[in-house]
């Protein structure tokens, strides 16, 4: 079966500093990636999804990007935080193809201070 | 633009209430997939229905493609079915998911 996983699992950052989050999916192969984030606990905004390695589309112009070093690991970077970074990150996949359903990992808590 | 949009925005039911969530979509779409989102944040999938109905326990949902929306269906709530519930749809035009604001649900005892 087909697992997703999300670390860390809360993080508190100043402003300024980079950030790193990571995703892995286990049990599928070449599936699309999704990063979304949450804030103040409704409202999912999509930021970037991938359909493969190296393959990223940006929704929404911010100081955020994301990376696609394998088939299975997405990867959300800043170099410098922002206040208005803070939210609750979420990590989704789907099968390949627009019909696919999307499945959610965990998530990631980032506070910035 | 694409528009995802549910109502109401904020049920309380007392334990043992129906209720009907409701999402609306701008277009016709390919997926369309409702979640409950728990206290503790997670997002569990609860249907997967472009089209059709389909139950689940006391959960069922219900999406007329033609008219563009969906529904899904509570009964005999109970306290652990508070959380926010979304819909979520994708189109022809690519892999993206779009969701709606989301209904925020709490069931009394």
């Known amino acids: ?113 | 633009g694409i528009q995802v949009e549910q109502s109401p925005p904020d049920l309380i039911l007392q334990e043992g209430a129906n209720s009907t969530l409701r999402c609306n979509f701008s277009d016709s779409v390919n997926n369309l997939q409702w979640f409950h989102q728990n206290p503790w944040g997670q997002l569990i999938n609860l249907f997967y229905i472009p089209s059709g109905t389909k139950q689940n326990g006391r959960l069922s949902a219900t999406t007329v493609a033609t008219e563009r929306y969906s529904l899904l269906y509570i009964s005999s709530s109970q306290t652990t079915d508070s959380g926010v519930y979304f819909c979520a749809a994708n189109w022809n035009t690519g892999n993206q998911f779009y969701f709606g604001t989301g209904t925020s649900l709490t069931v009394i005892p």
């Open chain 1, 1 to 113: 079966s087909q697992t997703i996983h999300q670390w860390p699992a809360t993080l508190v950052q100043p402003v300024g500093s980079p950030l790193s989050l990571e995703c892995t999916v286990e049990g599928t192969s070449n599936p699309n990636l999704y990063w979304y984030r949450q804030a103040a606990g409704r409202g999912l905004q999509l930021l970037f999804y991938s359909v493969g390695i190296g393959q990223i589309s940006s929704e929404v112009p911010q100081n955020l990007s994301a990376s696609r070093p394998q088939d299975r690991q997405f990867i959300l970077s800043s170099k410098k935080l922002l206040l208005s970074d803070s939210g609750f990150y979420l990590c989704a996949w789907s099968q390949q193809g627009s019909l696919g359903e999307q499945y959610f990992g965990p998530g990631t808590r980032l506070t910035v201070t």
